[in-house]
């Protein structure tokens, strides 16, 4: 189970449901790491090499001292993700003109990054299962009512309903008693 909570580390008063999928993969990466949870070079060479691209794509439309940094000198490949994560998150939690270009880099490859989260998750998923650590990746989303405004939170959830749909993790928002009217849409 991996707990997120947005309200500690993501912009409660610009938040997004990009912002939280970033944040959901550092989280599961720093969790696998604590748990020492082993994954194939392959998911974490792939996943990397994404977010690279991603992250000089991000840094082109970026002028001076904003970009965001690509990796540190480690071999660790889960500390390398997870640096390029925070990195992510810190970018869409920082100015809104630099979270606009963050996030406008992801949303444009959304199909790509929704297939990455998913191999990912199947990786993890298995490796849980292969190390009798669980069966599944679970993800709580809590926070949600201390954000900006209910038109934010509603945002989230009819907006992005179809992006919500393309990722294959199981996930448990908890949610402010307003979008209980909102049910039948999720």
């Not at 993890?124 to 209910?150: H, M, P």
């Not at 907006?159 to 307003?178: C, G, M």
Request: with cysteine.
């Amino acid at each position: 189970m991996v707990t997120c909570n947005i309200d500690n580390d993501l912009d409660i008063e610009n938040v997004e449901y990009m912002d939280i999928l970033i944040y959901q993969l550092e989280k599961l990466l720093k969790k696998l790491e604590e748990k020492q949870i082993k994954l194939g070079d392959n998911a974490l060479k792939s996943l990397k090499t994404w977010s690279e691209e991603r992250i000089k794509e991000i840094n082109t439309s970026l002028k001076g001292g904003a970009e965001l940094k690509v990796g540190g000198k480690t071999n660790n490949l889960f500390t390398l993700l997870t640096g390029m994560f925070t990195e992510l998150r810190v970018g869409v939690s920082g100015s809104v003109e630099r979270a606009e270009k963050v996030r406008s880099v992801l949303k444009n490859r959304f199909g790509d990054f929704a297939n990455k989260f998913n191999e990912f998750i199947e990786e993890a998923n298995t490796a849980i299962r292969t190390g009798q650590n669980g069966q599944e990746v679970l993800f709580i989303i809590d926070g949600l009512e201390k954000t900006f405004s209910a038109k934010v939170r509603e945002r989230i959830f009819t907006d992005e309903s179809n992006r919500i749909s393309q990722i294959k993790a199981y996930t448990i928002f908890t949610l402010p008693i307003e979008l209980f009217k909102y049910r039948r849409k999720l």
